[in-house]
């Protein structure tokens, strides 16, 4: 199973934009930050994350709040076929509670 799920904030944000299929895309990177156990050790992690939206979600993604926290759904894949650059693919978000 291909599953993530991350509270972040959108930092940077392309304008939306069409496949050439006609599939309406946003490209952005959302930034994390939040305090984890590991090992019984609590470690602060930070990080960015290259994140796409396609699709019907792509118009809400274009509008939602920069720099607010969200909820964000979806999976990860290759950014292309020879890439061994990871990107996360948005299937849905809300506001983070």
């Known amino acids: 199973m291909n599953q993530f799920e991350v509270v972040a904030s959108i930092i940077e944000r392309d304008i939306l934009r069409f496949s050439p299929a006609g599939v ?11 305090q984890q156990v590991e ?7 930070e ?8 699709g019907e979600i792509a118009g809400r993604f274009a509008s939602a709040e920069l720099g607010a926290a969200h909820r964000f759904t979806g999976f990860l894949a290759r950014k ?13 978000f809300s506001a983070a509670a």
């Open 24 to 34: 309406p895309i946003v490209s952005a990177i959302l930034a994390h930050g939040s």
């Open 39 to 45: 090992a019984g050790v609590t470690r602060q992690v």
């Open 80 to 92: 292309n076929r020879n890439s061994k650059a990871l990107v996360f693919h948005i299937i849905d």
């Open 47 to 54: 990080f960015e994350i290259t994140a796409l939206a396609a």
